[in-house]
């Protein structure tokens, strides 16, 4: 019998969300399609039995729990599952300076675990009984951090053990329920660990730096081989492959360079550029998913909504990463300050070719499943990824040709990516 007291009952009735009709007014319903299983029922755990000791422990918990208890139920229960998993990760990847594309590849895997996880335990549960969603979320969040982080392996399973046992104690789950939730979450974990390890995205770079006037220059590119990688909705990594850069001598690249040169640049231009500088390159993938969050939880959707809504913003930024260096690095185009001496930019510009541009690719991406699934702030959110690709000509760094190449390829991949995630999207 699950022990519920009057107080819990209240803090999880505050925490849930409502659930939604599936049509375009009010959200998006997640396709019943996983990403590292093929269905759920392809990982299913038999039911741990309930014991006598077990209810008895529950029962002197009951009595003990402390106000401590409650408010790390509420920390962990708000968003759902999945939601603090992904505020942790992002912490750590910040930490260890994890920059796209990586970080991008790593949030990708890591919500599609978390997806999987919970989708399965959901699947297999009968009413109030059954596989501890929570639980199985805990387990995936830790194995698959444990593979990005081995040294903070150990600080990862703690965390997950207490958001099992916070629930145990708060009398929000059943000691059956986390144990088969925790063996889900640590199977679909190792599916995602195997994923990861065979993605590509530890192939190291044996090749050199093309020679001639119409390449880029420099030494050392960032992450060459991540148009290599293994993408999640791109048919092949050069599905969306722009056709080539205009030549030197064109007269696109011409007024494309005066573009750059008679743009008049103020106080308020430079900041901006500075903004996307820093929240495009190092930081994107955690500004885009701080305003998801933000939003899953303006919109109060299901907990199986925003799982679903976390994994498509960051594989579309994984395969709109994987679709722009493709094009990075089949092209070796050059930068702007590069052809023209003249021209002087905010700040140096990333160590990668310029066609595409990355910003157009990333916060294109984002910004389109995003507006999708909270309709409500298209406008803003398309906005704020406009923003993110124009200001890189405000900085002198990208011509006209690589921020509108950047974008179509953020676009087409994130329509591929509401395609595959949901039934309805509420575009």
């Known amino acids: 019998m699950r022990i519920v007291t009057p107080f819990v009952a209240v803090l999880l009735a505050s925490a849930s969300v409502p659930a939604f009709a599936t049509d375009k007014a009010t959200g998006p319903a997640p396709r019943a399609q996983g990403w590292l299983v093929k269905s759920y029922g392809e ?58 594309p990586t970080s991008a590849r790593h949030l990708a895997l890591f919500q599609a675990a978390l997806d999987d996880a919970t989708a399965v335990a959901r699947a297999q549960r009968k009413g109030a009984t059954g596989p501890s969603e929570y639980a199985a979320a805990a387990a995936a969040a830790a194995e698959v951090m444990a593979y990005f982080f081995p040294a903070k392996a150990a600080q990862f399973a703690a965390k997950a053990e207490e958001a099992v046992k916070v629930r145990l104690a708060a009398g929000a789950d059943q000691a ?147 679709a722009c260096w493709d094009a990075k690095f089949t092209f070796w185009y050059p930068r702007p300050t590069m052809v023209d001496a003249e021209l002087k930019s905010v700040f140096p510009p990333p160590n990668h070719p310029s066609y595409p541009a990355a910003h157009g690719c990333f916060s294109t991406a984002a910004a389109v499943v995003l507006a999708g699934v909270f309709p409500q702030d298209k406008e803003r959110l398309l906005a704020i990824g406009k923003e993110a690709a124009e200001a890189r000509l405000w900085a002198g760094i990208h011509y006209r040709f690589d921020i509108d190449a950047g974008q179509e390829i953020g676009r087409k991949v994130a329509e591929k990516t509401l395609a595959r995630s949901f039934d309805s999207r509420g575009l």
Request: charged content about 20%.
């Open 176 to 322: 059956q329920d986390a144990a088969t939730g925790r063996a889900i979450g640590q199977r679909i974990g190792a599916l995602a660990v195997a994923y990861g390890k065979a993605d590509g995205s530890d192939a190291k770079w044996t090749g050199s730096v093309p020679e001639g006037a119409d390449k880029w220059k420099g030494t050392n590119p960032i992450a060459p081989m991540a148009g290599t990688w293994k993408a999640w909705v791109l048919t092949a990594n050069n599905e969306f492959r722009p056709a080539p850069p205009p030549a030197l001598e064109s007269e696109k690249l011409g007024k494309d360079l005066a573009e750059l040169k008679e743009f008049k640049r103020s106080p308020r231009s430079n900041h901006r550029a500075t903004f996307w500088e820093v929240n495009g390159g190092a930081r994107a993938h955690t500004m885009w998913n701080d305003i998801a969050r933000e939003k899953l939880l303006e919109y109060g959707y299901t907990p199986a909504v925003a799982a679903r809504v976390l994994t498509a913003v960051n594989v579309a930024l994984l395969d709109a990463g994987i």
């Open 43 to 100: 990982v299913e755990m038999p039911a741990a039995a309930a014991t006598a000791p077990q209810a008895a422990e529950l029962k002197k918990i009951a009595v003990t729990r402390s106000p401590a208890d409650m408010a790390k139920l509420q920390w962990w229960s708000v968003g759902g599952p999945a939601y603090r998993w992904n505020e942790i990760l992002l912490d750590q990847m910040q930490e260890a300076f994890v920059t796209l």
